[in-house]
């Protein structure tokens, strides 16, 4: 099966290095690593352009943006920036991942074997981990029914059918919830544990909680599953702020009638899944 990574990178010069030497040790490589350089004003250009003179499948894609924070959106432009200009005619799976990251020597190998034995597989991925004073441990944003944004990994076949990727706050859980309604499956692998060099804790500030709450409406989320997953989050931040903010935001997008990302019938099936979710954890 072929592999096909994209890896949008903007100032990770401290990290990409090791990312892409992780993945130059893969058990089994991949057909084709895009990193598409956002825009970077550090030596993650250079880094990169190190890579692909030495080895042919990594290739480097320099794009020019905005030096706007945009929570999701930046990020995902990128990765579609990327996909457009792969060289390779035919894909099997198509992976996101972040360049913060340390990757298994077979974690592709394991990827591929998932994706042969389970045809309805849609997305994939492993866990993800942080450095503590204690040693490496799992983020408490990684869970056994959401593969993290960091490491995303789609059967070509869902990937078409949820549309690609949205170039919006919370793409990494519209496309969970879009690849169920297409009757695809999404698993995570506990054995698969990456080590996160920057943590996603590090990222959130007021903006990102107020993208959140906006992509709550935008998903057809009730108020009860906003309040509910507001809290969660606010809570594995530490943060009440987080919360207030992002339901404040939840209501701002219904009141102005923000544009929806998914139509009734998927939202709908987003509401029914959700709630299916917190009572079988109350059971």
Known sequence: ???????????????????????????????????????????????????????????????????????????????????????????????????????????????????????????????????????????????????????????????????GLKPEMGWDTIDELLAQYYGFTVKTNSELVVKHLKPTGTRYKTALAKKFGISLHQIRYDIGLAVLTSLKIGYKKQSLKFFIISMLNFFKAKTKKIPYLVDSKQGIFIRKLRWKGVLDKLV
């Open 1 to 163: 099966m072929k592999v096909l990574i994209i890896i949008p990178a903007h100032n990770e010069a401290e990290f990409i290095k090791e990312t892409l030497h992780s993945l130059i040790q893969q058990t089994l490589l991949p057909a084709e690593v895009i990193v598409v350089n956002d825009n970077s004003t550090d030596s993650t250009e250079a880094i990169v352009e190190d890579f692909s003179k030495q080895y042919s499948f990594i290739k480097l894609i320099n794009r020019s943006s905005s030096n706007t924070h945009e929570p999701g959106s930046k990020i995902v432009k990128a990765f579609n920036y990327g996909l457009s200009q792969t060289s390779i005619t035919y894909i099997d799976i198509i992976c996101k991942f972040d360049a913060d990251l340390i990757f298994p020597p077979n974690y592709l190998e394991a990827i591929i074997q998932a994706f042969k034995d389970q045809p309805k597989l849609g997305i994939y991925g492993g866990f993800c981990s942080i450095k503590t004073n204690s040693g490496w441990k799992l983020e408490n944003l990684t869970g056994n029914k959401h593969v993290r944004g960091a490491l995303k990994a789609y059967s070509k076949k869902c990937f078409k059918s949820i549309g």
